[in-house]
Structures are given as C-alpha cells and as structure tokens.
C-alpha cells in the first residue's frame, strides 16, 4: 500500500509530490508530458512558453519551493504597463496620463478618469489592506478575505453601465488577463488585476529563469519513476482506512491502493473521478467556473535593440489577444549587449480564446501573427522563426460572485482525500504551489498519527477521583 498518491500532474500535483518525497509516493499524469498548464521549451538563451509566467516572491509558498529545488527566479525587469489602442502602441508611462495619450474621444477620456479614480481610491484605501500578509495569520485565512472582498457583484456591475466604447475596452481588457470577462468576475477580482498592473499590493511578479518547465521537469526528475506519464485515473474509491485509485496506462487498466490520496486535477475531473464526495462538496466542485485559453509563442531573430526591450506586457484591446508579453524580457534585463532575437507569448482568454479556439493552428498563428506585427511594428513578422499554438479548452478558474461561499467547504475535502489546484484561491501558479504543500502536510500529518497509534499501545485512561 502506497502513503500517498497524487492524481495530476500540473504545478499543485508536482509540489504536493515535492513535499512527501520522503514518503512512498507515487504521481500519475494522464498527458505524456509532466506540467500541465505550464509548458515552456529552451531556444538557446531564450524560451518559448505557453503556460504560467508569472510567480510570487517572497515570504510565498512559491518562495519556499523555489528554495527548497534551486530553482532561480527574479522579479520581472520589464514594464507591466504597455498598452495599444486605435492604432497607437504606449511601452510605458503613468496610467493616469494614458487617457490623454491614446486617440479617443474626450467621452471616453472622461470616462475612464472617472472610474479609474474610483478604482485607484479602491485600491489605495481597501484592497492593499484586504490581501496584506499579516502577522500570525494562515493563508487560509488570508485568502478566504480575499474572496470576500467585493463578492457580491461583477467588476461590470460595480464600475457601471454604458460608458463610451473606447473606455469600456481600456478596463475591459486589463481585467481580462484571466479567463472571466467584466460581466462575469467580481468586482474584488478586477481590482486585483489593476494592483498588479500597477504593482500595488502583493502580487505575482518573477519570471523563472529559463523558462517555467525548468521548475516542473525538475522536480519530476528528482521523484523519478514515482511520476508516472499516459495515466489516464478512471476512479478515485474511498475505503474506510484506505483509498483505491484505478488508472488505464499504455492500453491496460491498473489498481493502486494508498492511505491517502491528493486530487490535483481541475474541479471537473475531481468531480468526475472521485466517487461517494459529500454532496455539499460535490456541489462545491460543479460550482467551479473555467474559461478557455489560446496561446501563441513566437522567437524571432531580429539583430537590433527595439522599442519592446525593455516592456515585459502589452495590453491589447480591440485585437484578437488580451494581452502580448515578451518573454525575453528577463535575458533582456541581465545582458551586457543585446543578444540577437525575442521570445513572446500572446494569451486569447475567454471570448477571445472562444472566437480562435475552432480555428486552424495555421488560421489562428496568421490571425496573431498579424495582430502583433500592428502592434509591435519595425518589421516584427519578417523576424518572425518559430510561432506555435497551444489551446486549452479548460483553461483556468475565474472568480464570480458568491465564489467566496463555497471556500470552506473546498477546503474541507474528506479524511482521506485531499484538494489541491488553483481552483483553490485567487492566485493562479501561487495558490496551485501553495495547496499542493497543504495537501502534502496534511496527508503526511495524517499518516504520521497513524504510525504513531499502530506501533504504540493507547495509554490506560485515568479514572476520575
């Protein structure tokens, strides 16, 4: 009987495999490859990477792995703040002065003055507030305030209704960095995402060096051939002191039993797989909300400096991508000479990723292609070497109203079965590291008492004088 086995093989199941490494642990990945969301490749000094870029610093979780796997992370050099619009691309600047520097209409200027002010007071007077890490506190606790902020309505309802296009698309877009649009998360979520465009509060601000996968290939490379790839879990049974897990691997079907077992799959495939769930948290489960992801990455070879060398990320209303981020930001921001060449990744969530996610590979690269070179101009697309496409039909969770209530439940799991995933909490390649070593720690604690009362007589109870 195995201590421990881990269902998925994404960031939260490596790191809850990380952290009972010295346990009998084995980890089974449906895909034949380990990572899941995160996916990048070496391209000599640079990478391609279609999957989580952004990372917490520290005092994290993340922090903490990082540590623990020598692996090498530094706070992003670039500019959070570029932006195009109406055929006019801004690297940097102050993002109150951008409504006076992009062409729209004095409407829409107005317009987005007056709401960014409101989400500026927000900020400054409520949210650094509501996510500060304080002292003694969990990070149960923390995320669970998190949530709680400005639950009860979408981002739409609370920065209001029929603004000029031009200023809706402005906030519109920097919310849509995740999968949910302005109708459909809370208004705390889209706050969130202007604190780290403007880098207020704590947030997710390093790059791994090398690429993300770095991480994920090297921690599968150190549990060996306790990771096991093509996987595929058909149930997850829960026994009284016990759990069996029955997979199919290359054509034939297999059965372990564990005394725990750790879910790190989506909301949907922990909810498919897992059978006899307490219904409040199998209701928990089906409450979860994904939105769809299309990513391009692409290396050119370009030999000159350029206007994007120094912009990490470059909001893109009106265009077929949310968001265009420039990997080789890091080697950019380290290099003595400008080395020949770029990395970029262009992210299509939700209604964006919806209108390309049917399309060829070849239909969506010229339909991104295209967009990046108005965007970027100086000849971008004539550099281009490489593009590929990477779509992901369950892409990641978004926050909605009344997303809070169902926390604890989430969190409770069962005796034997626990919960990891950045379903999980509202900070995406954080909150997948972070439940994943919760899931561990609780599993180990678990097993641990076991031990202790199998391989020692309970003490007689004293009778009462």
Known sequence: MKDVVIVGGGLAGLSAAWRSR????????????????????????????WGGHMYAGP?????????????????????????????????????ATYPLRLPISMGSRIAAFTVGARILRSLIMEYINVV??????????????????????????????????????????????????????????????????????????????????????TIAARLGDRVQLGAEVLEVV?????????????GEEHEVEARTVIMATTATVTNKVTKDLPQDLRDALGEIKYGNHVVTSVLTNETTPKKWDDVYCIAAPKRSFSILTNQSSIVRGTEATRQPGSTFMVFSPGAKGAALINKTDEEILDIHLNDMDEV??????DSVVEAETWRLPEGSPYCFPGRGKIQHTLLRGTERIKLAGDYL????????????????QDAMSLIATETQQAGSPKAPLLSAI
């Open 425 to 440: 909490g509202t900070m995406y390649t954080e909150t997948a590291i972070g439940t994943g070593l919760q899931a561990a």
């Open 22 to 49: 010295f346990f009998d642990t084995l980890l089974l990945e449906s895909q034949p490859r380990i990572g899941g969301r995160i996916r990048s490749e070496r391209r000599g000094s640079y990478w391609l990477n």
């Open 238 to 250: 829960p026994k009284k002191d016990s759990v069996v897990v029955r997979y199919r691997q290359n």
């Open 132 to 217: 500060k890490v304080r002292p003694g506190e969990s990070a149960t606790k923390r995320q669970q305030r998190i949530y709680d902020f400005r639950n009860d309505v979408t981002f739409r309802e609370w920065i209001g209704r029929n603004m000029p296009q031009d200023a809706e698309e402005i906030f519109d877009v920097t919310v849509t960095r995740c999968t949910g649009s302005v109708d459909q998360i809370t208004a705390g979520t889209g706050i969130g995402y202007f604190s780290l465009v403007l880098g207020i509060g704590a947030g997710l601000n390093r790059g791994i060096v090398g690429g993300p996968s770095t991480l994920t290939e």
């Open 59 to 95: 005092g994290s979780a993340t922090d903490t792995l990082f540590n623990e796997t020598g692996i090498e992370a530094v706070e992003i050099p670039g500019s959070l703040t570029g932006f195009n619009m109406n055929g006019k691309t801004l690297y940097r600047g102050t993002l």
């Open 376 to 381: 970027l101009g100086e000849g971008f697309r």
